[in-house]
């Protein structure tokens, strides 16, 4: 088959960039290794900024999003015995919103506007500075092609389009990892908390109001079966401060529970001759202040018009510039996200502890530096 840009991966980047092609007038198919029940119901990101919403409005995605999200004014910050608010409206004038990666998934695949072939096998790229194309094997067994103008690669931190960018590459692995879970409880707190306690990290999130999202920090390599229910309520009601000036956290029934281990990787240029990277498949971020799924947003909303422009009008200029254009707005929430974390979690060295609630106290009794972390959270326009 034919078509203007093959997008490899359906997750959000390549969802997103589908449907904004195809607003656009750009025709693209998008080929997915799973099953569409299974891209929907994977449990990720919660956090969208203040533009990841603007953008999600402004391509016809944002109904549900306005009717059943909730806008965040900022988070709190918290140590033993000491709770602040930071509020980014005050501070920048943004704020943050709360809509689960699985609901963005649902209206994109809702909105139906990408032709998606879900559960191929054996993805290969081929001629990425000539006539480039992509073959698989279908469901059914059969072979597949895609002949394209353009390829996305979407597909992930483990998708095939990386290694075809030749590049370079940088890494940090981090000595802790995160246990997630998701409980059927009203969240007990208004906006997230951000926890720093000398038994770990912990952070309070939420889905909805009767739906919360909790995180501990934990020894990489922990088995999250080997947590009981009750065990990670303890630690977690220990490392959220329960009892800290009246405060309580309620527990409830757990439905999810999963380890993710913590990473930050950057792979530059995010482009080789036609093959261009958006997403997990260019960089990943730790989890400590939600820039994944932003940040995958942010690659698309330069990506589809650097295509259109490219494959419409023969105007190579954004596509030129796409990959340091986007590469700018990587670097700076590869360097939050590592901020976030640094500042966080509990390591092996003492001194770095008191570094830690040094900063604390500073982010949260400075104005300025407040607002150097509320900009960041509730992150900068598009095209920074
Ligand atoms: P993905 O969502 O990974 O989508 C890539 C798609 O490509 C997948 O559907 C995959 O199946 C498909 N694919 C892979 N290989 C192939 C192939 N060979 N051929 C075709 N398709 C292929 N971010 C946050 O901000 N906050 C969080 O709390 C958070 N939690 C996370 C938890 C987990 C377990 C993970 C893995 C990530 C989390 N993230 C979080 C990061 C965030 O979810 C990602 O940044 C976001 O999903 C990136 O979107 P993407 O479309 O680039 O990649
Ligand atoms: C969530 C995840 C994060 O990494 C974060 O910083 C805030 C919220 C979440 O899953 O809700």
């Known amino acids: 088959m034919r078509t203007q840009v093959a997008i490899i991966g359906a997750g959000p980047a390549g969802l997103l960039l589908a449907h904004l092609l195809r607003r656009a007038g750009v025709e693209s198919v998008v080929l997915e290794t799973r099953s569409q029940e299974y891209v929907a119901a994977r449990i990720r990101a919660g956090i969208l900024e203040q533009s990841s919403v603007d953008l999600l409005t402004a391509a016809g995605l944002g109904d549900r999003l306005h009717a059943e999200g909730h806008p965040h004014r900022g988070i709190h910050l918290q140590w033993p015995g000491e709770r602040h608010h930071l509020d980014f409206v005050d501070l920048t004038g943004r704020s943050v919103w709360v809509y ?20 191929v096998s054996d993805v290969a790229l081929h001629d990425l500075t000539g006539s480039p194309h992509v073959t698989y ?11 394209a103008a353009a390829i996305a690669g979407c597909d ?34 208004d906006e997230l908390i951000y926890a720093w306690h000398p038994d770990g990290f912990a ?35 220990t490392r959220l401060g329960h009892g800290q000036d009246g405060w309580k956290l309620t527990p409830g029934p757990i439905t999810e529970k999963s380890v993710l281990p913590m990473r930050s990787f950057v792979q530059t240029p995010m482009r080789h001759g036609r093959l261009f990277l958006a997403g997990d498949a260019a960089h990943i971020v730790p989890p400590t202040g939600a820039k994944g799924l932003n940040l995958a947003i942010a690659d698309v909303a330069l990506l589809a018009p650097a295509l259109t422009a490219l494959l419409r009008h023969n105007d190579p200029t954004l596509a030129d510039r796409y990959s340091d254009t986007a590469s700018r707005r990587v670097w700076r929430c590869t360097h939050f996200s590592w901020w976030m974390t640094t500042m966080l979690h509990i390591g092996e060295d003492p001194f770095d502890a008191q570094l830690q609630l040094s900063q604390l106290r500073w982010v949260t009794s400075s104005e300025a530096g407040a607002a150097g972390l509320a900009e960041n959270y509730a992150g900068l326009p598009i095209g920074f």
Do not use: C
Request: proline residues 7%.
């Open 100 to 119: 689960g990666q699985t609901e963005v998934q649902k209206d994109l695949v809702d909105a139906n506007t990408a032709t998606v072939v879900y559960e």
């Open 203 to 237: 952070l309070h999130s939420m889905r909805s109001p009767t739906v919360s999202r909790l995180y501990l920090q934990v020894p990489n390599g922990t088995d999250a079966g080997s947590w009981s229910d009750q065990r990670v309520w303890d630690e977690l009601a």
């Open 156 to 189: 992930g931190s483990f998708g095939p389009s990386r290694a075809s960018v030749p590049g370079q590459t940088w890494e940090r692995t981090y000595p802790y990892s995160w246990l997630g879970i998701l409980a059927d409880v009203a969240p007990s707190t």
């Open 137 to 147: 094997t279908s469901a059914d067994g059969t072979p597949g092609r895609v002949d």
